[in-house]
């Protein structure tokens, strides 16, 4: 399947495993999970610092792809929706001793790419062309969009 593909049947998953947990409360449910691209490889979250290293190496000084999927589903009716949103981030040049200092804060451990774009691994990125809280792990304005779209919420005016 297509990276996009991928991360929109994770976040369709997601979804629907929430809504099965929640057998009576709430009538919406959104899931939704990022993955970085790069070469046509998708980088996961690293198992150990060794792993970290080498996903940071290979993004320094490079351009790659963070992919966001969501899906809403609604359980009254059994529909489920959900697309992707791409953003583009370019890293800057590391030396081996920035990421070395990344790798010991422990902030890579828990993120796909090894690097958490609102946190300290902002200084990681010389900038992005896209949606920056698709990188964050969540695309809110599309989202947004995509409810008010839909009518599952409204806007007062």
Same mark, same amino acid.
Not at 45 to 61: E, F, H, T, V
């Given at each position: /399947?297509?990276? /996009?593909?991928?991360? %929109?049947?994770?976040?369709? &998953? !997601?979804?629907? /495993?929430?809504?099965?947990?929640?057998? =009576?409360?709430?009538?919406?449910?959104?899931?939704? &999970?990022?993955? =970085? %691209?790069?070469?046509?490889?998708?980088?996961? !979250?690293?198992?150990?610092?060794?792993?970290?290293?080498?996903?940071?190496?290979?993004?320094?000084?490079?351009?790659?792809?963070?992919?966001?999927?969501?899906? %809403?589903? &609604?359980? /009254?009716?059994?529909?489920?929706?959900?697309?992707?949103?791409?953003?583009? =981030?370019?890293?800057? *040049?590391?030396?081996?001793?920035?990421?070395?200092?990344?790798?010991?804060?422990?902030?890579?451990?828990?993120?796909?790419?090894?690097?958490?774009?609102?946190?300290?691994?902002?200084?990681?990125? !010389?900038?992005?062309?896209?949606?920056?809280?698709?990188?964050?792990?969540?695309?809110?304005?599309?989202?947004?969009?995509?409810?008010?779209? *839909? !009518?599952?919420?409204?806007?007062?005016?």
């Amino acid at each position: /399947e297509t990276a /996009e593909a991928h991360a %929109v049947r994770l976040s369709r &998953d !997601k979804a629907l /495993e929430v809504a099965r947990r929640q057998p =009576v409360a709430g009538r919406w449910f959104i899931g939704s &999970d990022t993955i =970085v %691209v790069l070469d046509g490889a998708i980088l996961g !979250k690293p198992a150990d610092a060794a792993a970290a290293r080498s996903m940071l190496n290979s993004l320094s000084g490079r351009r790659h792809r963070v992919i966001s999927g969501y899906a %809403v589903h &609604d359980r /009254e009716t059994g529909r489920t929706i959900s697309a992707a949103v791409m953003t583009k =981030v370019f890293f800057k *040049e590391l030396t081996s001793r920035e990421i070395e200092g990344y790798i010991a804060t422990g902030e890579p451990f828990d993120k796909a790419g090894a690097y958490a774009i609102q946190g300290i691994g902002a200084f990681l990125v !010389k900038r992005i062309d896209g949606s920056y809280t698709n990188v964050v792990g969540l695309p809110v304005c599309e989202v947004v969009e995509f409810l008010i779209k *839909e !009518k599952i919420i409204q806007l007062i005016s």
